[in-house]
């Protein structure tokens, strides 16, 4: 079955989410960035494809705080510490990669913190459907 429609960069998906591939193909910038700031990175493309509104804006917190339905929620139930989410919040917005600015919530009595994906980073990406680019697509000879 041929797939005709490219989805666009800010549909919302199930399963997966856009994580624009420069920040993983361009070697300087992945090597200038940690395994943990990859991953918050990673974390917040997935935040801006469930909860971003129209403008790219969406909030999170640094602690856990459990949601209407019960679910926990929060940086901390991914596995990042405040001072992790600090420091790479610190990182990528010097990278120029995300935006922040402060929220209060209703639901929280912690402040939470506003962020946007750069949004040249996943409208200027082009075929976000495909293998990356340098992708190996040999998987050799397969378990023994």
Not at 17 to 46: M, N, V, Y
Request: proline share 6%.
């Amino acid at each position: 079955m041929e797939q005709t429609n490219q989805p666009e960069a800010n549909e919302k998906h199930f399963n997966c989410f856009f994580t624009p591939h420069e920040i993983f193909d361009d070697e300087k910038l992945c090597q200038s960035l940690t395994h943990a700031e990859r991953g918050f990175f990673a974390a917040l493309c997935h935040l801006h494809n469930r909860c971003a509104n129209k403008d790219g804006w969406f909030w999170h917190i640094d602690h856990s705080f459990t949601d209407k339905n019960g679910k926990k929620l929060g940086f901390a139930t991914m596995g990042f510490g405040s001072s992790t989410c600090k420091r790479a919040r610190i990182k990528l917005v010097r990278l120029k990669l995300i935006e922040i600015k402060p929220y209060i919530t209703d639901e929280s009595t912690w402040p939470a913190t506003m962020y946007r994906i750069n949004p040249k980073l996943l409208y200027g990406t082009g075929d976000q459907i495909g293998p990356r680019s340098k992708t190996n697509l040999n998987s050799g000879p397969g378990p023994p």
